[in-house]
Nanobody, 123 residues
Framework: QLQLVQSGGGLVQPGGSLRLSCRVS????????IGWFRQAPGKEREGVSA????????YYADSVKGRFTISRDNAKKMVYLQMSSLKPEDTAVYYC????????????????WGQGTQVTVFS
């Protein structure tokens, strides 16, 4: 059983930066890949980035590549999503999630989810 608790998010102007944090607690948390998803109003949940459990390989959706950076600190049981050069279209509720499958963007592959945090990019 894992628990994911998110922090961060908020309001930012276009071009700004935010960092999302996800604390992953549980005895076997190191064995899970972690993904970040987002869901805008009226849209399906989409995968944004993921980081593997083993070698820390990272994956990014084309829409955020070069702007977002995912990282994890297993000692602290934390996963981060650093978001830069934010755009209005990045506005969404962001979720972190844990999966035994590395590098997947399918929400169905993720068993454990954080509570979600709002990111709003406005002019």
């Amino acid at each position: 059983q894992l628990q994911l608790v998110q922090s961060g998010g908020g309001l930012v102007q276009p071009g700004g930066s935010l960092r999302l944090s996800c604390r992953v607690s549980g005895f076997t948390s190191d064995y899970y890949g972690i993904g970040w998803f987002r869901q805008a109003p009226g849209k399906e949940r989409e995968g944004v980035s993921a980081i593997s459990s083993g070698d820390g390989s990272t994956y990014y959706a084309d829409s955020v590549k070069g702007r977002f950076t995912i990282s994890r600190d297993n000692a602290k049981k934390m996963v981060y999503l650093q978001m830069s050069s934010l755009k209005p279209e990045d506005t969404a509720v962001y979720y972190c999630a844990a999966s035994i499958i590395d590098g997947t963007y399918s929400p169905n592959d993720y068993r454990y989810w954080g509570q979600g945090t709002q990111v709003t990019v406005f002019s």
